[in-house]
């Protein structure tokens, strides 16, 4: 059968099951000797829509950009970081646009066979759901998906 994962994407959006679900990669990647790839992607549709709704002002949104720019480099470094302790090569990608169309492109292109994300939040009404970019990459994703649960068991398994 070969091996199972040669690819694996890991998607970062800055929320703590997002890092549970790096260092969950990370370890899949060593056992796996796969390619590893953190990838966070600057929502630039959702800021668009703030300005066209009038809750920002494009100024604002230019501001608010450039916070969510460095975000992404400090949740990317912090995912090289954590790669970099275990000996486990990362490569880091930080794209932006509408997520789930955005990610479902990187994973096509770069023939991954595995994106892992972080636990998905429950949802609360159908509107939620359809917000919901996680959910949207788990419906849409052209590779198999592995959630990965928020778990104290795996920052103690990573952290020995």
């Not at 997002?18 to 959702?46: F, R």
């Not at 000996?87 to 169309?101: A, P």
């Not at 096509?108 to 949802?123: E, Y």
Request: proline share 2%.
């Amino acid at each position: 059968m070969g091996v199972p994962f040669k690819q694996i994407v890991v998607y970062l959006d800055g929320s703590e099951s997002s890092m549970t679900a790096i260092m969950y990669g990370i370890k899949l990647a060593k056992e796996h000797d796969a390619k590893l790839t953190a990838v966070y992607v600057v929502n630039t549709k959702a800021l668009s829509e703030l300005v066209k709704a009038g809750i920002f002002v494009t100024v604002e949104r230019d501001e608010y950009q450039r916070d969510l720019q460095l975000d992404a480099d400090r949740y990317l470094r912090h995912a090289s970081h954590l790669a970099q302790q275990k000996q486990v090569l990362i490569e880091t990608v930080k794209l932006e646009g509408t997520v789930h169309i955005v990610m479902k492109e990187l994973l096509k292109s770069s023939k991954a066979d595995l994106l892992v994300l972080g636990g998905v939040t429950d949802i609360r009404s159908r509107r939620e759901e359809l917000a919901s970019e996680t959910d949207r990459m788990l419906r849409t994703s052209p590779c198999p998906v592995l959630v990965v649960r928020d778990d104290d068991d795996i920052w103690l398994e990573f952290e020995a």
